[in-house]
């Protein structure tokens, strides 16, 4: 079974531009959730969605959006982009079924965003 | 307060011999999930090993067990016979209740570096 895959790999982009991320989840799993990591705050939640629907959101400005398809593909969107949004931006799927305190999240390699 | 807890920044292991990465949690949940992710400098998160709160015996994958002490709130990470290849970043993650919204927390990371 294929792993979680994002696109793209690398990215560079200016201060002011916007910027769309892709992540497509393991096949069956319709949780997915976005991570920023950073050397200063590490790994923060962003949000996590299920079945098209937000259904948790970490601290994060309004310029960090998201959606899901009907296939589970997810889409994080940045606006505004910032010098501090540079980082890795990780995407993990997982079933999304009840006790999910139970469930292991499988990530993707990630995609590295740098702001000029 | 943080929710995990990794004291140790860096650690060296010997090849071949046994590592062990410390974790310290803290939740009010009965219910929480224990993880835990090695990345290496690729990016990847990849997923070894699950311990539930309600699991009574440690859990081991492989090379890899964790030593559940419910009591004082910490889940350590052994590596036996460490490999070159196991040289990474290891994240101790938790997923909380319905409380918490089933957020996946991650602690700051220790970077094991082993030595031949």
């Known amino acids: 079974k294929a792993g979680v895959t994002q696109t793209p790999r690398y990215l560079i982009k200016t201060r002011g531009q916007q910027v769309t991320l892709s992540c497509s989840p393991i096949?069956?799993?319709?949780?997915v959730s976005w991570y920023q990591q950073t050397p200063g705050q590490g790994l923060q939640f962003l949000f996590e969605y299920f079945s098209e629907t937000q259904r948790n959101k970490g601290n994060f400005p309004g310029r960090f959006s998201g959606r899901q398809f009907s296939n589970s593909r997810s889409e994080m969107n940045v606006s505004t982009l910032e010098l501090g949004d540079s980082a890795l931006y990780l995407c993990a799927s997982s079933l999304g079924q009840a006790a999910r305190f139970q469930e292991t999240q499988y990530f993707g390699p990630g995609t590295r965003l740098l702001v000029l | 307060a943080q929710k995990i807890t990794q004291t140790q920044p860096g650690m060296f292991v010997q090849e071949k011999e046994a590592v062990t990465l410390d974790c310290t949690y803290d939740t009010s949940d009965q219910s929480y999930g224990l993880f835990w992710y090695k990345q290496p400098s690729s990016g990847e998160m990849i997923f070894l090993i699950y311990?539930?709160?309600?699991?009574?015996q440690n859990a081991t994958e492989g090379r890899y067990s964790l030593n559940f002490q419910k009591a004082r709130k910490s889940a350590n990470l052994v590596i036996s016979a460490s490999q070159l290849g196991d040289s990474a970043m290891y994240f101790c993650a938790m997923r909380e209740g319905a409380g918490s919204n089933y957020k996946l927390t991650f602690g700051k990371g220790t970077l094991l570096t082993v030595n031949p």
């Open positions: 311990q539930g709160s309600y699991d009574e």
């Open positions: 096949s069956g799993h319709r949780s």
